[in-house]
């Protein structure tokens, strides 16, 4: 999957934004939602290194699905969301769906 510049959700267009290392609260990151600002960025690299195209698209959704969780009011913990995309990523990609025409 190549990884889009924007995606849009809710209504809203939401940017994608790579950044070398993503730090929250001093802790190394991949991914990081920016709601109010209509921003997710990913990491491309790590302590340990680059970070992996397959783990940079489940970060994406991950993601995409605190964004969405976000401009829908839904009540979603970190470890729901983690949960989710890491299911919604293996299905999506072990039966190698795509919902484009």
Known sequence: MKIPKRVK???HNIRIRHRKILKLHGDECY?????AANL???AEKTK???VPKSRKEETLL???IHTIADKYGL???EKIVKRLAGALYQTLRDNKLDFSD
């Open 48 to 50: 340990q290194g680059r």
């Open 40 to 42: 997710i960025e990913l």
């Open 9 to 11: 959700i809710a209504g």
């Open 75 to 77: 009540d979603m913990g």
């Open 31 to 35: 991914g990081l939602t920016w709601n």
């Open 62 to 64: 991950h993601e995409i």
